[in-house]
């Protein structure tokens, strides 16, 4: 007995050894909704996490057993790793990016250019070059900090409004839509393997203004030469929006990119059908390589009072769940 579980902890990376473990006799047993989505000829699925929810016994558990993939919920947001001019933190990052590794999970880099979680000194830019420089900086940092170990990268988040205009933000002010062009490339020339996406919400119906903006926008981008390999939906819904996804994607995937992705789902009191729904857009579309969900507990939700996630706040499996593992 005692030489068993020895011979075990010996087997366990010495990185994975810096994370709570679970005992055996407390874990529960739960199906792997990832090694059901690559038997299915996806990529990944895959949750959020950061240093607070790996330190998380439960949550562990259940991420270890169920997820292939993990985005770091807010660590890798500009307000976090570049607090400060030139002034990066990466231990934050590095706690996500070595549990991933240790634990043989693929890695989502969440997100490089994006309005919000921004800190004023970035707001406060007026000239062009200045912020080009900025901006390159930045991601040839973090990107380059990690080669190799995270496999797509949220390059730009969020820059349409909901009819499909550019968004108000410091970028497009006082660059124009170039900075999608400099922020791909930089994202390019610093790791030529990731996988570049732009990521958005709100592309959750094919008749959205913001899906046409996206598909027409990165069509034009793609022929430039701008390296976007994939489109990101985030996909943060209400109950009854399910039904509407699986077109939805379609239309993404219908733009000159390689790839597609659900990357953040949650649902409004996550009914199992359009979890279902939702999981199956992205079965069916040969483009789409993998689903996210936006948290694993309930109570760990920014979305709080909705119960939008596949497990409860004790940390039980939903029927939603239930249903994924039955249909998966
Ligand atoms: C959210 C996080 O989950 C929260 O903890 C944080 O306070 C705000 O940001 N779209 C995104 C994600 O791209 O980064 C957001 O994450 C949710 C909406």
Known sequence: MYSTSLLSLLAVPLTALAFPTTSLSTRQELESLHDKYVAAGKQYFGTIADEALLADEQNVGIIQ??????????????????????????????????????????????????????????????DAAELTEVIETHISEIMGRYVGKIFQWDVVNEIFNEDGSFRDSVFFNVLGEDFVRIAFEAAKAADPDAKLYINDFNLDSADNA??????????KWVAEGVPIDGIGSQAHIAAGQGSAIPDAIKALAAADVAEVAITELDIADAPAEDY????????????????????VRDNDSWRPGTNPLLFDATGQPKEAYNTLVSNL
């Not at 990466?90 to 919000?116: C, K």
């Open 276 to 295: 279902q729904q939702s999981v199956d857009a992205c079965t069916q579309e040969p483009k789409c390589v993998g689903v996210t969900v936006w948290g």
């Open 65 to 126: 057993q169920v997820f292939g993939q993990l985005t770091a919920e807010n660590s890798m947001k500009w307000e976090s790793i570049q607090p400060t001019l030139g002034g990066f933190n990466f231990a934050q990052p590095d706690v996500l990016v070595d549990f991933a590794t240790a634990n043989n999970m693929l890695i989502r880099g969440h997100t490089l250019i994006w309005h919000s979680q921004l800190p004023q000194y970035v707001s406060d830019i007026t």
């Open 210 to 219: 913001k899906v046409q903006a996206m598909v027409t926008n990165v069509n």
